[in-house]
């Protein structure tokens, strides 16, 4: 079975391409609009782009009737969103964010979690995540697609400052994820916890190479 989706339909009844680029990390971001609206919302479009310096982007598709998402909006004008890790525990909270809401309503409204203030800017975090990102708003680029709905804005932002809750790190300071359990997308309704983990080391006699790999600084 084969097909080109840019010009057939499916020839399942759920379309297959979602559900192959998978499990893909989502990206819990808040971000607070020029008028002090606050925002939170899941994308599961969201990358790390490099390390040095650490780099980030999302892609949100735009509304049917062409709006333009409000974490999008925001970024531009304050410069500034947040990630969150969406978690386990988090998740009814990270599905109720999904909602699509007026602009001038916040999602944060309708959640059960601690809103706490960012270092650098006046977005606002959720306090029972476990990492956060602050991100600083680099660019955007928008690239159309066959519909109104499946046009995109990609955002670009370089991470300024990273937080980190000390219960879910190793004893020899790693990040401890089937502790924290983040939560990643599939296909159609579905999801995955990270609950297990195993380790694989790239053959190599680069001792540079091995400690970036392993996340240690050069």
């Known amino acids: 079975m084969k097909y080109d989706p840019g010009f057939e339909k499916s020839p399942l009844p759920f379309a297959p391409f979602k559900s192959l680029t998978v499990p893909r990390p989502i990206g819990w971001l808040s971000s607070v609009s020029k008028d002090g609206v606050e925002n939170i919302a899941p994308y599961s479009q969201w990358q790390n782009l490099t390390f040095d310096p650490p780099m980030v982007m999302f892609a949100a598709n735009q509304y049917p009737d062409g709006r333009r998402k409000d974490t999008v909006i925001n970024a531009e004008e304050t410069g500034w969103f947040v990630w969150n890790m969406a978690t386990w525990d988090l998740r009814e909270a990270v599905n109720i964010s999904a909602m699509a809401l007026p602009p001038g309503d916040s999602e944060f409204d309708r959640l059960n979690v601690t809103k706490k203030k960012a270092d650098l800017s006046d977005t606002p975090m959720v306090a029972e995540s476990p990492f956060h990102f602050e991100c600083r708003y680099l660019s955007t680029h928008r690239i159309p697609g066959n519909s109104t709905v499946g046009s995109i804005d990609v955002v670009y932002a370089t991470v300024e400052r990273i937080h980190l809750d000390e219960n879910c790190l190793t004893p020899d300071g790693r990040i401890d994820i089937p502790k924290a359990k983040p ?26 190479e091995m400690a970036g790999l392993a996340g240690q600084p050069a």
């Not at 599939?186 to 540079?208: I, L, N, R, W």
């Open 183 to 208: 939560i990643a997308r599939m296909g159609y309704y579905d999801y995955t916890v990270v609950t297990d983990t195993f380790e694989m080391k790239v053959p190599s006699s680069d001792a540079d």
